[in-house]
């Protein structure tokens, strides 16, 4: 799969994936169908409306409605940016066809969530597909991970979130002005619900994000950590030949100790070593604790020296 700033997004890829394929039951059309449904913008005893921006989604929708009830819904197509295509249903003997087929009394006043139509394990998965082509979005993984489904309706709200549970998942809810999310943060239940609505390519896509940025991740604090210990390392060894400058200043070196005498002479020569490499240029080699030690007690003659002096 292939997205970016100029391609689609990582959502419509998604949708396009999963409208690729079709339903291979009667049953699980219906099921998809229903979640397009209660996700609509309008779904009602009067009218049908469902609205998107996806043009693969309202052929979809169209299609379904067709296959699962033989209604042809009225087509728009605006200029907006969002929700360009809208398909409506007001002819009362279409609507009244899929209410009924749906298990709703024509006067009722809402519309519940009527779970006997998921009751089959494929249609539940169906459903939940059509949940998501009408009602649903998952951002860039490369930025951050949230899957959500958005209604504005808190009664439906629950009831999917119900669903969701029964189903295995583990989805948050919460409220955004006058509409309710139900959704995902983590990655692995984001790629799990991919999976389930018929977008694997999607969650593969998104796994292998996951991994480029944990690869990413751990490289930049592997290289964070060497750089800091380089650091380090240059900053001492500053120090150390800062102290030297201040003994041969002084006193000369020729005034210390014969192995802080080469001590001091191997630090002035390779200031660029650490003190493991330091360490090994002796003959023998030192240890580095031994080496540091050396070059502590330069440090102290040093700021004997420099004391001294401040003190005249």
């Known amino acids: 799969m292939e997205w970016g700033s100029a391609r689609m997004s990582f959502a419509a890829e998604a949708k ?81 066809r899929i209410l009924k087929a749906y298990g709703y009394d024509l006067n009722a006043v809402t519309l519940p969530f009527n779970r006997a139509v998921t009751d089959e394990e494929c249609c539940r998965s169906a459903f939940l597909r059509g949940a998501f082509l009408v009602g649903g979005s998952v951002t860039n ?7 959500e489904l958005v209604t504005p309706s808190a009664s439906l709200s629950r009831q999917v979130m119900s669903f969701l549970l029964d189903y295995g998942m583990a989805p948050k809810l ?15 239940a984001i790629e799990d619900f991919l999976t389930a609505v018929g977008a694997p390519l999607a969650a593969m896509e998104l796994m292998q994000i996951k991994v480029e940025k944990e690869l990413r991740n751990d490289l930049n604090r592997k290289v964070n950590c060497e750089t800091a210990n380089i650091m ?25 100790k014969e192995e802080l005498r080469q001590t001091a002479q191997m630090r002035v020569d390779y200031p660029e070593c650490s003190l493991t490499e330091l360490a090994r240029k002796f003959d023998p ?28």
């Open 16 to 96: 396009m994936e999963i409208c690729k394929n079709g339903s291979s039951r009667p049953c699980c059309e219906v099921a998809e169908l229903y979640g397009m449904l209660l996700f609509a913008n309008i779904f009602s005893t009067t009218e049908i409306r469902i609205r998107t921006e996806n043009a693969a989604v309202y052929k979809r929708a169209q299609t379904l409605l067709r296959r699962a009830f033989g209604v042809t819904a009225r087509e728009e197509i605006g200029k907006a940016a969002l929700a360009r295509y809208a398909l409506d249903i007001t002819a009362k003997e279409d609507v009244a």
């Open 285 to 312: 080699p030192l240890s580095r604790a031994g080496l540091n030690h050396r070059l502590k007690k330069i440090i102290e003659i040093a700021a004997a020296y420099q004391t001294d002096k401040e003190q005249q």
């Open 174 to 188: 919460s409220r955004r002005k006058y509409h309710y999310l139900i959704y995902f943060k983590e990655s692995t």
């Open 141 to 147: 993984p490369e930025k951050k991970y949230h899957l």
């Open 232 to 256: 380090k390392s240059v900053d001492a060894a500053a120090k150390q030949i800062e102290a030297i400058s201040v003994i041969m200043e002084h006193a000369g070196l020729q005034t210390l």
